[in-house]
């Protein structure tokens, strides 16, 4: 079949509401939002909650405490980061080198980071949510090859483009073309967003360098190094490690599951 797909390279340059109604959209972070959604899924955590700012996820792990005064004590973690740091008063941060079954498993955890979190707001009034990580490739290709319009959404660095948000995005279109009519020029219908993201992908793989060096060179990989978490490039450069989708269960509400192939 012949789809539509658009790629945002920073959630600002997202398609016009009416169109995203119509939308499977992706939420790519892969350092490390959503590469964190998919470790924290295949590890037993229960619902996947994200939200934009502290206050708010403070506000809905107290909710979710008080609702179920009655039952034995289920408050949900509290995870996420502020320009790669752990945030004070929070359970987790944003490695997913934290999120063991020991962890989170039968739990709820609310997440909200510098960008991923954000670009999935940015992204809710799509008629379908997943997200996407490097460790979950194949998995999302296929829960996505029959949707006839995909929108990808990258979260970027701190309102900039990074790269590594772009090669998967690129990775994705690349898979979807190869389970289409087969290697070559893409016959799915691609933005200018969408060319760009499936050439830096390809051009990524020639000459041969490893995924995570090319995650160490991007804008996000770059941050991460200075700040101390060099160990979560690599983390986040496994490819198809995971075979499970993380996606919105309901629409309007950023509430998530991770649903095993």
Not at 57 to 62: K, L, N, Q, T, V
Not at 145 to 172: K, R
Not at 248 to 259: C, E, L
């Amino acid at each position: 079949m012949s789809r539509s797909i658009s790629v945002a390279l920073t959630p600002s340059g997202l398609a016009p509401e009416c169109e995203l109604h119509q939308a499977c959209s992706i939420i790519i972070d892969v350092l490390r939002a959503t590469s964190v959604m998919t470790t924290a899924g295949l590890a037993g955590a229960k619902r996947m909650i994200t939200c934009e700012n502290i206050h708010a996820a403070f506000e809905i792990a107290d909710q979710s405490d008080s609702e179920r005064a009655d039952q034995p004590p289920s408050r949900p973690l509290l995870c996420g980061e502020r320009h790669c740091k752990p945030i004070d008063g929070f359970d987790l941060g944003n490695s997913p080198a934290e999120y063991t079954p020991d962890r989170v498993v039968g739990r709820d955890i609310v997440l909200t980071t510098t960008n991923g979190t954000r670009a999935i707001q940015a992204a809710m009034r799509s008629r379908r949510l997943l997200a996407a990580s490097f460790l979950n490739l194949a998995a999302t290709v296929a829960a996505v090859e029959s949707e006839p319009h995909l929108q990808i959404v990258c979260a970027g660095t701190n309102g900039q483009i990074s790269y590594e948000d772009v090669l998967l995005a690129g990775a994705i279109i690349d898979r979807l073309n190869e389970s289409g009519s087969g290697p070559g020029e893409p016959t799915d219908h691609l933005d200018d967003s969408a060319r760009i993201a499936w050439s830096a992908w390809r051009q990524s793989l020639t000459p041969a360098r490893a995924l995570e060096e090319s995650l160490a060179l991007s804008l996000g990989g770059r941050n991460l190094i200075e700040a101390g978490y060099t160990s979560d490039i690599g983390r986040c450069a496994q490819i198809d490690t995971i075979d499970g989708i993380a996606e919105r269960v309901d629409p309007g509400k950023a509430v998530f599951r991770f649903v095993k192939r």
